[in-house]
């Protein structure tokens, strides 16, 4: 993975109910037509539930992996869960990432408190982006999706679904919609059906697979 870029740059933000436009646009250049792969090898994912209960990492699981499939789909990738791997945030960057890679292609999923975050709060509830993209063929092989405790305790089902929804696109590499119906619209609120346009999107960032040195 030497080669790979580290995105220094993410932010990306899912705002409840406020009309505060998104920063994902223009933050981070590598990531212009980049997208995952459809390989034979599943994109792993796994949580850091550390600071939520047992039952609420349960919850989480099964409606993340519920979420996921929604993606895969439509998409054609495929992700496997691996379990709950320990991660470190990192509050200038705004990404987590750990000393564990569960695969060569892995997504990283952490629950924070308000507290443990300057970009949670009231409004913001999430946040998530791309954080490895090869610089050749621009296939993303790592991303990084914070959510809000106080937020998915407070929200109901759908609206922690349309909230997962919308921060696993960003990691798939979508930025927002322009519509109220996609999934990608800047404001999330209960909306966990992808529309037209959310489908087209990702289908459109989807890579052939190529072997990376
Ligand atoms: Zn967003």
């Known amino acids: 993975m030497v080669s790979a870029v580290f ?20 933050s981070a250049p590598d990531l212009i037509d980049s997208g995952w792969a459809d390989c034979d090898t599943p994109i792993t994912w796994s949580m850091d539930a550390s600071r939520i209960t047992a039952a609420d990492a349960r919850t989480a699981r099964a409606q993340l992996t519920k ?27 705004y990404v987590v990432t750990s000393e564990v890679h569960p695969s060569p292609r892995h997504i990283y999923i952490a629950f924070l408190r308000d507290q443990d975050s300057s970009l949670l709060d009231q409004r913001t509830v999430g946040f998530a982006s791309p954080t490895r993209v090869w610089k050749d063929s621009k296939q993303i092989v790592e991303g990084s999706m914070v959510l809000g405790i106080e937020y998915v305790k407070r929200a109901s089902a759908q609206q922690r679904s349309a909230v997962y929804l919308h921060e696993l696109g960003h990691v798939l590499g979508l930025g927002h919609g322009t519509e109220p119906e996609n999934v990608m619209y800047y404001l999330v609120d209960g909306n966990n059906t992808l529309s037209p346009g959310d489908v087209e999107g990702i289908r459109n960032l989807i890579k052939a697979c190529k072997e990376q040195g």
């Open 67 to 93: 979420d996921l499939s929604k993606w895969a789909e439509v998409s054609g990738l495929d992700f496997q869960f691996v379990g709950e791997v320990p991660v470190i945030y990192n509050d200038t960057t």
């Open 7 to 26: 995105l220094s740059v993410i932010g990306v933000v899912a705002y409840a109910e406020s009309q505060v436009a998104s920063i994902f646009a223009g």
